[in-house]
């Protein structure tokens, strides 16, 4: 069974650029999330998506970050413009079913805001 | 305001010996915990689960220990293996409609031959 894939792995971009990340979580997943980890911190939770809909969206800040699934499948998150604050790594997980079941993660992406 | 802390930073261990990792949580109202072992480059990876109903849950070498009244859980590996080595991280379920999981910041395990 393929895990979750995300990409890309590494973006380095300066301040108030904007970046997309994509995840696609295991196959038959319906949940699935993105998780904002800072250096020396646990991962957080930025948005939840059951199918295409969003379950969960109260710590992502929508002035500058974005995600999208469509079709219940792939999802991407956007971030316009890029803050320093935002370097991190970013994760997405998908899980077959809620309210809780294992989460499976993705390797992730480092992002680093110059 | 953390609602699940680990306030280990790190831990080193001799091979074959017991590690134990400890958590502590705020929110009376968590009703699953989860320890996430996370390997560098990599997303984490579960490792072990408990309930809230359940004080104790054994897999293998791992074990957690769940102490309500204290709100603590703790996870023992016996005995340490150097591929132990890794980050672990103790996460809390909110319970309700969602699955979305609380993390604590980490312990960062060396197991050391």
């Known amino acids: 069974e393929a895990g979750v894939a995300q990409s890309p792995r590494y973006k380095i971009i300066e301040k108030r650029q904007s970046v997309a990340f994509w995840c696609n979580p295991i196959?038959?997943?319906?949940?699935l999330y993105w998780y904002q980890q800072i250096l020396g911190q646990g991962p957080k939770l930025l948005i939840q998506?059951?199918?295409?809909?969003?379950?969960?969206d109260s710590q992502l800040p929508k002035d500058r970050f974005s995600a999208e699934r469509l079709k219940g499948v792939d999802s991407t998150l956007k971030i316009q413009p890029a803050k320093l604050e935002d370097s991190a790594v970013y994760l997405c997980?998908?899980?077959?079913?809620?309210?809780?079941?294992?989460?499976?993660f993705g390797p992730g992406t480092r992002l680093t805001v110059l | 305001d953390q609602q699940v802390k680990q306030n280990s930073p790190s831990l080193s261990v001799q091979e074959g010996r017991i590690s134990i990792l400890n958590c502590d949580y705020t929110?009376?109202?968590?009703?699953?915990f989860l320890w996430y072992k996370k390997y560098p480059a990599e997303g984490p990876t579960f490792l072990i689960s408990?309930?809230?109903?359940?004080d104790k849950n054994e897999d293998g070498r791992f074990t957690v220990f769940l102490n309500k009244s204290a709100k603590h859980l703790s996870l023992h590996i016996v005995p340490s293996q150097p591929g132990d080595s890794a980050v672990y991280f103790c996460a809390a379920n909110p319970g309700g409609s969602q699955g979305n999981l609380i993390f604590g910041k980490g312990t960062k395990l060396s197991v050391k031959p």
């Open positions: 408990i309930s809230s109903i359940k």
């Open positions: 997980a998908s899980s077959s079913s809620t309210p809780w079941n294992e989460q499976f």
């Open positions: 196959s038959g997943h319906a949940t």
């Open positions: 998506f059951q199918n295409n809909g969003v379950v969960d």
């Open positions: 929110n009376s109202m968590f009703d699953y």
